[in-house]
């Protein structure tokens, strides 16, 4: 079965610089979120996308943007980055549940891991 | 608030069964998951149970939920060494918010 694909998975940016992250979704799954793991960290949740409009934000810095284009994949843009921000970044996605009060639950990429130098 | 405890480290050996532990706050709670982190490598779902059942088995994996306690565990039967992981525990609630736990780290010793 597909699964949440992200890339890079590997990201190595200096000081300053600016990074995109790329997200694709599950097939016809209209949501998702984005989540960054710091080094024996758990996952902090950043935003997330509901049909391409923004549903919730979570501790995402100022430097940081995001959006869900038409075909429901996301990008994550950082700019001005810095050494704090070298962590693995998630994006998950979930299906359209929102049905009868349920939700379905998240499904993760394998993550891009960005080291900042 | 919303807050998901468990403790950190829990070592077995090889065959015998892991129980892991988690609490939470908000009795909004809808599903409450199951999540596996292997080094370096994505969250891997395991299982997940809705608030309104108290137990579901999934071959070697048993989720026990106590919602009066707020209490919610994994218990892997014959635990081998590729078990070895951080398991992490994590909820959604009505807000449709979805909250991990700190994470607790499995190791199985031979």
């Known amino acids: 079965a597909a699964g949440v694909i992200q890339s890079p998975r590997h990201l190595i940016k200096e000081k300053r610089e600016t990074a995109t992250l790329k997200c694709y979704p599950i097939?016809?799954?209209?949501?998702v979120y984005w989540y960054q793991q710091g080094p024996g960290q758990d996952p902090q949740f950043l935003i997330s996308?509901?049909?391409?409009?923004?549903?919730d934000k979570g501790s995402i810095p100022d430097r940081f943007s995001a959006q869900q284009f038409s075909d429901y994949h996301s990008e994550l843009n950082m700019s001005s980055l810095e050494l704090g921000d070298s962590a693995l970044y998630f994006c998950a996605s979930s299906s359209p549940a929102r049905t009868g009060g349920h939700n379905s639950p998240l499904h993760f990429g394998n993550g891009t891991r960005l080291t900042v130098t | 608030g919303e807050d998901v405890e468990q403790s950190l480290f829990l070592s077995v050996r090889e065959g015998d069964s892991s129980v892991i532990n988690c609490t939470y706050t908000?009795?909004?709670?809808?599903?409450l998951y199951w999540y596996k982190q292997e080094p370096g490598a994505g969250l891997q779902l395991l299982t997940y149970?809705?608030?309104?059942?108290d137990m579901k088995q999934d071959q070697r994996l048993t989720v026990l939920l106590n919602k009066k306690d707020k209490h919610l565990s994994l218990r892997i039967a014959d635990t081998q060494t590729g078990d070895s992981a951080i398991y992490f525990c994590?909820?959604?609630?009505?807000?449709?918010?979805?909250?991990f736990g700190p994470g607790t780290r499995l190791s199985v010793l031979p």
């Open positions: 994590a909820e959604m609630n009505y807000g449709q918010n979805f909250v």
């Open positions: 908000d009795s909004s709670s809808t599903y």
């Open positions: 149970i809705f608030s309104n059942m």
């Open positions: 996308f509901y049909e391409k409009m923004q549903s």
């Open positions: 097939p016809r799954h209209d949501t």
